[in-house]
C-alpha cells in the first residue's frame, strides 16, 4: 500500500498527540509528524508525501521532497564515513545510507557523487554508485558536441566511465586522460564518437589545433612559476611531464614547439627560457 521511496497522496485517518495518521484505513497507517502537519488538517483530508524509515526503521512520512526518488539518480554530498558505509545528504532528517560494497572508490566526507536509489534485501532505502546498467544509449549528440556529466567509476586499463547529463553512458578512454581525474569530478567533455550502441567517447581536451594553445598557455604560467626557468632537457621523462603539467610528453612538445614558433621562449640544451 505504501510506495517507499515514492510521493504518494493518502489520507488522514486518525491524529495523535504527536502528529496524524496517514493511510486508507486505522489499521494501516503511516505518520506524519506534527512539525509536518499542515494547520487545519482533519480526519478525512487528503495530503501528498513521500515515505521513507526513520533512525528506527519505521516507516514515517515527510511533505518534504528529497534530492532523490526511487530508481532515480543525484549527485549527493558526502555527510560522513564509517566502517561499513557512507552517509549522505539527501535533504531529510535521517541521512541515506550507502554500504561500502556499492562504492566504485573510497569516498570521502564533504565530496559529492553520483548515485542510485534503490530498495535493498532488507526493504531499506540505499544508495549504490554502481550506475552503469541505470544509464541510456545517448542518440541526441554528435561528435564534437560538448556535454557535461560526472565521472562514476574508473577502470586504470580502459578509462574514466562518465554519466553524462546524469543520464547516458560516456566513456574518457586511457588515451584521452592526460590530467588527474577521479570519481565525483564533474566534466565538461567533447564527442570524439557517438559508437553503434549508443555509448559516447569522451575526449575533455579540444581538438588538437585549439588544445595545443591551451597547452601552451599552461606551459608558459608554469614555467614562470620556475622564475622564468623550466629545468628540462629533451629527455625528461613522461612521468616528470604529467605530474607538472598534466600533459602526455607529445603534448607538452607540441605546447613548447607552439611558444618558440611565437617567439615566447628559448629551447636550450637542459632547459627552457622565457625570453
Known amino acids: 500500500?505504501?510506495?517507499?521511496?515514492?510521493?504518494?497522496?493518502?489520507?488522514?485517518?486518525?491524529?495523535?498527540?504527536?502528529?496524524?495518521?496517514?493511510?486508507?484505513?486505522?489499521?494501516?497507517k503511516v505518520l506524519l509528524p506534527k512539525k509536518q502537519v499542515p494547520e487545519g488538517m482533519d480526519v478525512g483530508d487528503e495530503i501528498d508525501v513521500f515515505i521513507y524509515r526513520?533512525?528506527?526503521?519505521?516507516?514515517?512520512?515527510?511533505?518534504?521532497?528529497?534530492?532523490?526518488?526511487?530508481?532515480?539518480?543525484?549527485i549527493l554530498e558526502v555527510k560522513s564515513v564509517s566502517k561499513i558505509g557512507?552517509?549522505?545528504?539527501?535533504?531529510?532528517?535521517?541521512?541515506?545510507?550507502l554500504p561500502f560494497k556499492e562504492q566504485t572508490c573510497m569516498v570521502n566526507q564533504g565530496k559529492s557523487y553520483l548515485v542510485y536509489l534503490y530498495i535493498d534485501k532488507s526493504n531499506r532505502l540505499a544508495a549504490t554508485m554502481k550506475v552503469h546498467k541505470y544509464l541510456k544509449p545517448?542518440?541526441?549528440?554528435?561528435?564534437?558536441?560538448?556535454?557535461?556529466?560526472?565521472?562514476?567509476?574508473?577502470?586504470?586499463?580502459?578509462?574514466?566511465?562518465?554519466?553524462?547529463e546524469n543520464e547516458f553512458y560516456g566513456l574518457i578512454p586511457k588515451k584521452e586522460m592526460q590530467k588527474q581525474i577521479v570519481v565525483g569530478d564533474e566534466i565538461l567533455?567533447?564527442?570524439?564518437?557517438?559508437?553503434?550502441?549508443?555509448?559516447?567517447?569522451?575526449?575533455?581536451?579540444?581538438k588538437a589545433y585549439m588544445q595545443m594553445d591551451v597547452d601552451a598557455e599552461n606551459i608558459l604560467k608554469v614555467i614562470?612559476?620556475?622564475?622564468g626557468v623550466l629545468?628540462?632537457?629533451?629527455?625528461?621523462?613522461?612521468?616528470?611531464?604529467?605530474?607538472?603539467?598534466?600533459?602526455?610528453k607529445n603534448a607538452f612538445k607540441r605546447?613548447?614547439?607552439?611558444?618558440y614558433k611565437l617567439g615566447k621562449i628559448d629551447i636550450g640544451e637542459n632547459c627552457i627560457k622565457i625570453k
Request: net charge negative; aromatic share 10%.
Open 255 to 259: 605546447g613548447v614547439g607552439r611558444l
Open 86 to 97: 557512507a552517509f549522505l545528504d539527501w535533504g531529510l532528517e535521517k541521512d541515506l545510507f
Open 1 to 28: 500500500m505504501f510506495k517507499l521511496g515514492e510521493r504518494q497522496t493518502l489520507k488522514c485517518v486518525s491524529k495523535a498527540e504527536f502528529g496524524i495518521y496517514l493511510g486508507e484505513n486505522d489499521k494501516e
Open 231 to 248: 629545468p628540462y632537457g629533451e629527455k625528461v621523462s613522461p612521468e616528470i611531464i604529467a605530474r607538472d603539467f598534466g600533459l602526455s
Open 138 to 164: 545517448a542518440n541526441k549528440y554528435q561528435k564534437d558536441d560538448m556535454v557535461s556529466g560526472i565521472v562514476y567509476e574508473i577502470n586504470r586499463e580502459i578509462g574514466a566511465f562518465v554519466a553524462v
Open 189 to 206: 567533455a567533447r564527442v570524439t564518437e557517438v559508437r553503434e550502441d549508443g555509448k559516447l567517447n569522451l575526449s575533455p581536451n579540444k
Open 54 to 74: 526513520d533512525s528506527l526503521d519505521r516507516l514515517i512520512s515527510t511533505t518534504s521532497q528529497p534530492y532523490i526518488s526511487l530508481g532515480g539518480m543525484a
Open 224 to 227: 614562470e612559476e620556475y622564475d
